[in-house]
């Protein structure tokens, strides 16, 4: 779906997980295609995590199938394994009584790196990263965002072609974000694939070429955000009403009241236009309407919205 006729570096298939007798995954099925970059977007707890627990082998699968290029971890661990990189949630993989560079060469090792390209490869990182001025320093004497980094950087020593992301941002300052921000557009460049949780929307709005909405383990929908024209004959507008209403209409996909106006994001046919869109509001002091692009934050609140009027 994310790339047409793309070479699928992932395919999750009927995939549905339990914690003891807690249904947390069911039934879920995506492909990341070569080269695109997939946000996976959710509430705490939906799942989000479990997904990539699964994908990397730290949980075992048990229903529905998880392909890494057209391999299985049961049946092919090694070419599995070789492609993949993972960041994991908020725990640092590293060795905290071992410096950066020593834990970038023991990571090297264990990926079976030829000694000939470690140095060259480690100095690349040391760049894209920001990392060298730490290098030498013990991973336990860092701080939050140098150990993320520095994570980063073994995760990826060995340049997998599929890399897993959970939260790389979480807790991290401005600029740091913004680095690991700028490094996940360079490694989209090079042609690698992504799959990304953050609750960052504004960075994954970014960064990512589709996402996908995970609801209490289910997924809600996938929506594609880079032909998003091509793709969909649909078109969004935001409009902006003086005093507070609880509109019903059904192109109306998110709405947002303050005390004054409300905010309202409408999907509507593309042939709708402006002035099809003042009609419906013609009763109302319309303060601005304009044309907008479809967010992930616009998805997201729409679906915990619904999701607490069900309740
Ligand atoms: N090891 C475990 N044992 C039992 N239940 C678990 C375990 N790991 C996760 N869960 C449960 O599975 C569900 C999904 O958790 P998961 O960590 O995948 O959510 P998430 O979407 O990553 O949330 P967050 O945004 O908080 O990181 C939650 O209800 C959680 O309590
Ligand atoms: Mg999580």
Known sequence: MIKKGGL??????????????KKVLSNISFRIEKGSVLGLV???GAGKTTIIRLAVGLIKLSEGTIR??????????????????????????????????ENLKYFACLRKMKKCNIKDRIEELESDLAIKAFMNKEVYALSNGMQQKAAIACSLIHEPELI??????????????????QYLL?????GKSILITSHDFNFLNNVVDSALFLEDGQIRCIQNFKDIDLENERVNYKVVISG??????????????????????????????LSDILRIFSDEKVISLEKKETT?????????????NAK
């Open 8 to 21: 699928r570096m992932l395919d999750v298939a009927g995939v549905s997980h339990s914690f003891g007798h």
């Open 42 to 44: 959710g509430v705490n």
């Open 68 to 101: 890494v290029n057209g391999y299985s971890l049961e049946d092919n661990p090694r070419e599995y394994q070789s492609k993949i990189g993972a960041v994991l949630e908020g725990k640092q993989n590293l060795y905290p009584r071992m410096s950066v560079l």
């Open 164 to 181: 897993f992301l959970d939260e790389p941002t979480l807790g991290l300052d401005y600029e740091a974000a913004n680095l690991i921000h």
């Open 186 to 190: 360079k490694l989209r460049k090079k």
């Open 244 to 273: 507070v209403h609880h509109f019903d209409h059904d192109c109306i996909i998110s709405k947002q009241i303050t005390d004054n106006y409300t905010e309202l994001i409408l999907e509507c046919d593309k042939n709708t236009g």
């Open 296 to 308: 992930i934050k616009d998805i997201y609140l729409n679906m915990i919205g619904e999701q607490k």
